[in-house]
């Protein structure tokens, strides 16, 4: 065999399909959860948290009975918690960081204190930028911030301590600065591998985390209120989903091995970018834009339809045979997410004039049911999930897609570390769920004698 690529790919292949082939019963008869999931697709439970609840069916003698779904936070409902910032006209992610990390909702002057205290948390290191992002860009954004989230240990007097005022310091740097992170990695790459001019804005302390992020992006700087309170309630409905999701329980495998806070979070991050994961809502995009491209009329249910069949027959999309956005792990009758930014995405397209767009997406979610059952003879409920009208929303605020993702990771590290804090302060022991040899025994046999 020759020391090269295609050979050493030729056997891996060979040993693969072999276990596949052999194996594959072993996994009925010793009662493998693949992925951490039961035969019923719900999820294995691995732990307790005070953090938050997704709550998207219950069990009825057994079985999954689909109800509304319902996503607490320290066990107050999202949605509340949105619909009073909208009433009360003011930003809500901070309020929601506050909420995640110390477990309770702040009076007025607690959470005046703390936005101004997160203010001046804003900025970067000294040279951080300099020497950690535009001297190694990268044209993936993900990649840029979970490099410099693991690289800011080296600007950390005490990066190793776990004590909870540590612990609490460590989270609110890392929730203040990696927006931006975000924005001078993506003014980065645009500059080197988009070929624009750098252009590279610092936080202003006095605004809101959606404020300052439209900000650093915006060659001008320029926003509208509407755009940053809508990026406000999609970062709030981001913020956290529970224990189990794969970044989450990511940072809590990591957390209970008492390694540092920017190792746990730069891992999170990198689940967070693989596509079965943070990446839905850009492949529904990429959906939307090949349906725009097809369906000639936008109105006409019987073709929107049937190309949405077409797309379940692998006959269109990228093969999948999903319709992304479409359908949850845990939520059966409806995705409280989708719920809110749906009404956000109208409020938007009234304003951008991209009603027609809204629309269609409103008829893919109405025929999605139906294409399935058609096709698939599938009866379950498959309720649109927050990436159906979250990557729309992006668009219309002007959005590229190299951020859709980073958006979704500078939200949810207020969960993330939540999540760290409670794993270090209750876990107590290390993270090992077992695998079983399948492997046969062998006698090894001398180089010479192979």
């Known amino acids: 065999m020759k ?11 060979e040993q693969t399909s072999s276990f596949e082939k052999y194996n594959r019963q072993y996994y009925t008869e010793y009662n493998v959860k693949k992925g951490l999931r039961n035969a019923d697709g719900t999820g294995v439970l691995a732990g307790l948290t005070a953090v938050g609840e997704v709550h998207g069916y219950v069990l009825d003698e057994g079985n999954k009975a689909p109800i509304e779904g319902v996503l607490n936070y320290r066990g107050i409902s999202v949605e509340d918690l949105i619909e009073n910032c909208k009433k009360e006209n003011r930003f809500g992610y901070e309020e929601t960081i506050f909420l995640l990390i110390l477990g309770y909702l702040p009076t007025k002057e607690e959470l005046e204190n703390f936005k101004e205290f997160l203010g001046s948390l804003r900025e970067l290191p000294e040279n951080f930028t300099e020497d950690m992002i535009l001297k190694a860009p990268s044209k993936n954004i993900m990649n840029k911030i979970g490099r410099s989230t693991l690289s800011m240990y080296s600007y950390d007097e005490n990066p190793d301590s776990l004590d909870i005022e540590n612990q609490l310091r460590q989270s609110f740097k890392l929730i203040a600065c990696i927006p931006t992170m975000i924005a001078h990695a993506y003014a980065t790459k645009r500059h080197y591998y988009d070929k624009k001019s750098l252009v590279l804005h610092l936080p202003n302390p006095k605004y809101s985390t959606a404020e300052n992020f439209l900000r650093m ?50 891992a999170a991050i990198g689940s967070l970018k693989g596509p079965k994961h943070g990446g839905a809502n850009e492949k529904t995009i990429r959906m939307m834009d090949e349906i725009k491209a097809n369906v000639k009329d936008w109105t006409d249910e019987a073709e929107v339809l049937e190309y949405l069949k077409k797309i379940i027959r692998k006959e269109a999309g990228d093969g999948s045979g999903l319709i992304y956005g479409i359908g949850h792990a845990v939520y059966t009758l409806s995705d409280p997410r989708a719920k809110v930014l749906k009404g956000c995405a109208e409020e938007l397209a009234k304003e951008k004039g991209c009603m027609k767009e809204y629309e269609l997406y409103n008829l893919i979610a109405k025929l999605s049911q139906t294409a399935f059952k058609e096709e698939k003879g599938i009866e379950t409920p498959m309720p649109i999930n927050v990436d159906f009208y979250s990557g729309f929303i992006y668009q219309m605020l002007g959005i590229p897609e190299d951020l859709f993702t980073p958006i979704f990771a500078m939200s949810r590290v207020a969960g993330w570390c939540a999540h760290r804090i409670e794993e270090l302060l209750t876990g107590g022991k290390i993270i090992r769920p077992a695998y079983k040899t399948v492997a046969k025994r062998k006698s090894y046999i001398p180089i010479d004698e192979r």
């Open 3 to 13: 020391g090269n690529i295609s050979d050493y790919i030729s056997r891996i292949d």
């Open 217 to 266: 992006i915006r060659p001008n700087k320029s926003f509208t209120e509407l755009e940053a309170r809508i990026l406000d309630i999609a970062m709030i409905l981001h913020a956290e989903h529970g224990g189990g999701n794969n970044s989450t329980f990511t940072v809590r495998v990591l957390s209970s091995s008492n390694t540092d806070t920017y190792s746990a979070i730069s």
